[in-house]
């Protein structure tokens, strides 16, 4: 079976400090798309990153950057000088060849002031 | 504006009243899918469509239906609620040679009583 798990179900930071959200997958495909998507209470589903599976650069957003270990099939984000606007839950998935996207159950981030 | 637009927002109803939640997007994107997220689950697929008259299930198909007469407009009908089906519904599209959804709806809140 084809899974993505977040080990952390909650974590809280201090504005400005740098966190990193976790996430490890299961699949046997070797081609395939890796995604961070954030949530904030608005409820609204935002694409924050993704990744090719078969680029060895690690892809980056702005303050936004992963850590992809294909072989140990983890792909953590690390958010740089956290805001108080990235208050949010953050959900990582993968997408089959078949375009089904398969979800991690996600890490609700608390930015404290 | 790029949108995708869900009805409604909320909706509270009773046990065996057929329902349907529309999904409509403005972008010309032939890929649109729904998804149902559960707390402690992230987000499950329930259909996907690849283009006009192209439906396939997702993860969670049962109990629901779907229908793509127009390639704007991805409908989900709900023929015999039940109260498992309490959830929070998004629906998202894109283009196709993305193989990922890009852009989601506001998300609606059934609630079957």
């Known amino acids: 079976a084809q899974t993505v798990t977040q080990s952390q179900p909650e974590m809280s930071v201090q504005e400005a400090e740098t966190v990193t959200l976790s996430c490890t997958y299961d699949?046997?495909?070797?081609?395939?798309?890796l995604f961070w998507y954030k949530q904030p209470p608005s409820r609204q589903m935002i694409l924050v990153i993704r990744q090719e599976a078969y680029k060895q650069q690690n892809a980056t957003e702005n303050r936004f950057s992963v850590n992809f270990q294909k072989a140990a099939k983890s792909f953590s984000l690390k958010i740089s000088d956290s805001q108080l606007g990235d208050t949010a839950m953050y959900f990582c998935a993968f997408v089959r060849s078949n375009y089904q996207l398969i979800w991690g159950a996600g890490t609700k981030l608390i930015i404290k002031p | 504006e790029a949108q995708v637009t869900q009805n409604p927002r909320y909706l509270i109803t009773v046990t065996g009243k057929k329902l349907t939640v529309t999904c409509s997007q403005n972008?010309?994107?032939?890929?649109m899918s729904w998804y149902r997220q559960d707390p402690g689950l992230g987000l499950r697929q329930i259909y996907y469509?690849?283009?006009?008259?192209?439906?396939d299930k997702g993860d969670v198909p049962e109990g629901y239906k779907v229908s793509r007469k127009e390639k704007r407009n991805f409908p989900l009908i709900l023929e015999s609620p039940s109260p498992n089906q309490t959830s929070l519904y998004f629906c998202?599209?894109?283009?196709?040679?993305?193989?990922?959804?890009?852009?989601f709806g506001d998300g609606t809140r059934l609630s079957i009583l």
């Open positions: 972008m010309n994107h032939e890929y």
């Open positions: 699949t046997s495909e070797n081609n395939y798309y």
């Open positions: 998202a599209s894109s283009f196709t040679r993305q193989g990922f959804p890009q852009h």
């Open positions: 469509s690849m283009n006009v008259e192209v439906t």
